[in-house]
């Protein structure tokens, strides 16, 4: 996924200054997000759960990422009327799950309410996957029309 950033900030970088901040947003959740995870290079301790501060950061994250794409950039990208139709629907799946995941995890307030973080997390991480991909589709689709 962060190899994804990288190219999508290679390709339409400079195109735009709301994609370029909403772009290095995304980064920043995905970094966040493979440090819960445990991804590498971070580890985390077998069936231990990330500090909630840091939990709570990334939702806090996760949710100015979906408002910045709502309100700075789907705006702009929806000149494409028709492949923002077909699209939004399939993003919007994933604002309900990353929205959802927020409600439970955003205060935490005992490990108790976590004993299916791991799977959830993973679950919310496949669905971000696939909106980053109808994301990029619509600002490819932008950045074709302006060039």
């Not at 994250?61 to 923002?84: R, T």
């Amino acid at each position: 996924m962060l190899t994804g950033v990288e190219q999508a900030k290679q390709k339409w970088g400079g195109a735009h200054n709301a994609i370029d901040n909403w772009l290095a947003e995304r980064q920043l959740l995905l970094v966040m997000y493979c440090e819960l995870a445990g991804l590498p290079p971070y580890d985390k301790a077998a069936n231990a759960l990330p500090d909630k501060e840091r939990i709570s950061e990334f939702c806090g994250l996760l949710m100015d990422y979906l408002s910045a794409g709502y309100f700075e950039v789907y705006e702009k990208l929806s000149e494409g009327e028709e492949l923002a139709d077909q699209l939004y629907p399939q993003i919007a799946e994933s604002t309900d799950a990353a929205l959802s995941f927020n409600d439970k995890y955003a205060e935490l307030d005992s490990d108790a309410n976590a004993q299916n973080f791991d799977v959830e997390l993973s679950n919310l991480g496949q669905l971000l996957e696939e909106r980053f991909e109808f994301e990029d589709k619509l600002i490819n689709n932008l950045h074709s029309e302006h060039v």
